[in-house]
């Protein structure tokens, strides 16, 4: 079984403020980790993943995460936010053996870039 | 260009209308997938299908309906919509199931059930 939990619904930061989201996981196997971030309007877009080869894992849009397997988190940050990056985020979890067990996402985040 | 393409974008219907909303991959994925999304509750999967002709309940099936007659194509049917029903719905594929591969979504499909 595995669940993702994401503290905060909202958070507000100001332009050029650090930007840090909050996920923690629960798994049974080691986890595969993925960041979904979500624009007015459209689907889901991957912005990084996990998987195993290095803890601190960098993606799309100067974002970065870092997997802490002793804290089963995968925090979210960007050191200076931009007003294009106000949108929904996600963080999701899957299991590393493959087998019939899905995609499991939190309850999202919304991030809004104060001017 | 890869992509998961899903029609219609937006409807609105009555309780009780049947209704389909296609989704389409262009990416030769064997993993194909329907969420819906309400406030509150993140993404809660409807149905997976691992290939052609193997669906799978997710999380949230009742009411819904799918089929996986084609690689490429996987329509979700609500056969005798309701409106707790009204929500937004993605459709999502990946090359396999689980595992390191990221899921491809399609830009939603928002349901209004009155």
């Known amino acids: 079984a595995q669940s993702v939990t994401q503290l905060g619904s909202h958070v507000s930061v100001s332009e050029g403020a650090l930007v840090l989201l909050r996920c923690n996981y629960s798994?049974?196997?080691?986890?595969?980790l993925f960041w979904y971030v979500q624009y007015p309007n459209q689907g889901l877009q991957l912005l990084l993943k996990?998987?195993?080869?290095?803890?601190l894992v960098k993606g799309i849009n100067g974002f970065e995460a870092e997997f802490k397997k002793s804290e089963t988190s995968f925090h979210l940050t960007k050191p200076s936010a931009h007003m294009s990056d106000a949108a929904e985020y996600f963080c999701?979890?899957?299991?590393?053996?493959?087998?019939?067990?899905?995609?499991?996402f939190g309850t999202g985040t919304r991030l809004t870039i104060i001017p | 260009e890869a992509q998961v393409t899903q029609n219609p974008r937006y409807l609105i219907t009555v309780t009780g209308k049947k209704l389909t909303v296609t989704c389409s991959q262009n990416?030769?994925?064997?993993?194909m997938s329907w969420y819906r999304q309400d406030p509150g509750l993140g993404l809660r999967q409807i149905y997976y299908?691992?290939?052609?002709?193997?669906?799978d309940k997710g999380d949230v099936p009742e009411g819904y309906k799918v089929s996986r007659k084609e690689k490429r194509n996987f329509p979700l049917i609500l056969e005798s919509p309701s409106p707790n029903q009204t929500s937004l719905y993605f459709c999502?594929?990946?090359?396999?199931?689980?595992?390191?591969?990221?899921?491809?979504f399609g830009d939603g499909t928002r349901l209004s059930i009155l």
């Open positions: 999502a594929s990946s090359l396999v199931i689980g595992g390191n591969q990221p899921q491809h």
């Open positions: 798994s049974s196997v080691p986890p595969y």
């Open positions: 996990y998987t195993s080869a290095a803890t």
């Open positions: 999701a979890v899957s299991p590393s053996n493959f087998g019939n067990e899905k995609l499991t």
């Open positions: 990416m030769n994925h064997e993993y």
């Open positions: 299908s691992m290939n052609v002709e193997v669906t």
